[in-house]
């Protein structure tokens, strides 16, 4: 079964709690606290698996969760890491976050593997908090909490060319012969039920993908246009086949067929109407001298407006390359780079944006920030990484605290503190 979409629960894993102990040995009188500190949760990781081409994984199965971290041991024993969880994709996938419809992440292109949720560091044990005064601390620091959150994960294929029509107009009859897909063929007045992909593989044009885009519903001649459920598949393509039954063998008008698809394109996204298009009249060979007619009908409509048609036979062949040149044609006008979604959302952020902080100037004039929100984030990110003091950097502005120090009069060159990390304050 196909399955090109799915909304599953994802959750990192807790930080393992700080130990509380104290070192018991003969002849040492007064041992020292020897608390561990607990092991970092899990993280969830997705992953592209170039074996996979449907989420059909995710479709029974709603709840996945990271490892915990273990709590620390006596004698400065760390407590053991949770296990990561790794959840497989196949290429193409973009996570969401199903309340805002933001987007996470797309694994497409370079990223391959990327970790949506962190898991909690480990809390630190007592041996941490002994000083000159306090040197038998009886408490040790908890782990950092699990995030959990609810994502819809979407399959965008990929495709250089995304071929639409209404059934029975020959798709599947043209991608097998264009390409190296095996499509069911049939003389079928309801939709493919999967996006078939095949890569042109014509003579001396140079290979690309072609995408079978589905989404024409039983009905469709009573007005029920395109499902959305489908669309989602051509936003990535950068050239569009409007294929339409030139023959006229089940009684429509292929002018008519090709601006009620424009229409449902145009409802769904606007900018899919931008993208360069071709329109390619199936079954001319059913037909004779009135081919010329349905033809110039085509041409009269739509070349006016950029959009150049083909007469084809998708059984015999017959017009198929010339088509094929033009679609070569328009792909070399388009960016090469593939359309990827940028990151939209954070979902460590949520997790603690509703927490308090305080920002307070001690009496060295530092400024100090501190409380659940600041330790909470601290717990989440490796600043020692590019891209966690980014998001470090991202936080700072998105919550409103470098507004904040500077309402309370910070300058360039200030101290800030925030628990361990001590900074500088610059522009």
């Known amino acids: 079964m196909f399955a090109d979409?799915?909304?599953?629960?994802?959750?990192?894993?807790?930080?393992?709690?700080?130990?509380?102990?104290?070192r018991r040995e003969k002849y040492v009188p007064n041992g020292g606290p020897n608390g561990g500190d607990g092991g970092k949760g899990g993280d969830v990781i997705f992953e592209v698996d170039p074996g996979l081409n449907t989420l059909v994984d995710y479709r029974h199965r709603r709840k996945f969760a990271a490892g915990a971290g273990e709590e620390g041991g006596k004698d400065n024993c760390h407590g053991k890491n949770g296990e990561d969880l790794i959840l497989k994709v196949p290429e193409g996938t973009v996570i969401k976050d199903a309340e805002s419809g933001r987007?996470?992440?797309?694994?497409?292109?370079?990223?391959k593997r990327q970790i949506v949720?962190?898991?909690?560091?480990?809390?630190?044990?007592?041996?941490?908090?002994?000083?000159?005064?306090?040197?038998?601390?009886?408490?040790?620091?908890?782990?950092?909490?699990?995030?959990?959150?609810?994502?819809?994960?979407?399959?965008?294929?990929?495709?250089?060319?995304g071929l639409v029509g209404y059934p029975n107009v020959g798709k599947s009859t043209f991608l097998s012969r264009v390409t190296n897909a095996q499509p069911k063929i049939g003389n079928y007045h309801f939709t493919t039920l999967s996006p078939n992909l095949g890569v042109v593989d014509v003579d001396d044009i140079n290979?690309?993908?072609?995408?079978?885009?589905?989404?024409?519903?039983?009905?469709?001649?009573?007005?029920?246009?395109?499902?959305?459920?489908?669309?989602?598949?051509?936003?990535?393509?950068?050239?569009i086949i409007h294929m339409v039954d030139g023959a006229s063998v089940e009684g429509r008008d292929p002018v008519e067929d090709i601006k009620t698809i424009?229409?449902?394109?145009?409802?769904?996204?606007?900018?899919?109407?931008?993208?360069?298009?071709?329109?390619?009249?199936?079954?001319?060979?059913?037909?004779?001298?009135?081919?010329n007619e349905v033809i110039e009908a085509l041409k009269a409509e739509f070349e006016p407006k950029g959009i150049k048609v083909y007469p084809i036979s998708a059984v015999s062949g017959k017009g198929l390359k010339e088509l094929l040149y033009e679609v070569v044609r328009l792909l070399d006008t388009c960016d090469d780079e593939l359309i990827v979604y940028e990151q939209e959302f954070d979902p460590t952020i949520r997790a603690f944006s509703e927490e308090p902080y305080t920002v307070e100037i001690?009496?060295?004039?530092?400024?100090?920030?501190?409380?659940?929100?600041?330790?909470?984030?601290?717990?989440?990110?490796?600043?020692?990484?590019?891209?966690?003091?980014?998001?470090?950097?991202?936080?700072?502005k998105e919550q409103g605290i470098l507004k904040e120090l500077e309402e309370k009069g910070i300058q360039e060159g200030d101290t800030v503190r925030m628990y361990g990390l001590v900074f500088d304050y610059y522009k």
């Not at 931008?274 to 199936?282: D, E, G, L, R, Y």
């Open 5 to 22: 979409r799915a909304k599953i629960i994802i959750k990192s894993g807790k930080g393992g709690d700080g130990h509380v102990s104290f």
């Open 103 to 111: 987007v996470i992440a797309d694994m497409s292109g370079d990223n």
């Open 117 to 161: 949720l962190p898991g909690g560091k480990g809390g630190l044990g007592n041996q941490h908090f002994a000083t000159s005064t306090m040197q038998a601390p009886k408490y040790a620091k908890p782990g950092v909490d699990a995030i959990e959150l609810e994502v819809i994960l979407e399959l965008k294929v990929i495709a250089d060319v």
């Open 207 to 239: 290979g690309f993908v072609i995408a079978d885009i589905p989404g024409l519903i039983e009905g469709a001649s009573e007005g029920i246009g395109l499902g959305h459920e489908f669309l989602r598949h051509i936003e990535r393509t950068k050239v």
């Open 262 to 291: 424009s229409a449902e394109l145009q409802a769904y996204d606007p900018e899919l109407l931008k993208k360069p298009q071709v329109i390619a009249a199936n079954k001319m060979d059913v037909i004779g001298e009135e081919s």
């Open 362 to 396: 001690n009496d060295e004039g530092d400024y100090v920030v501190e409380g659940p929100r600041i330790e909470k984030m601290l717990g989440y990110t490796n600043l020692e990484s590019e891209k966690g003091f980014l998001f470090f950097q991202n936080f700072l």
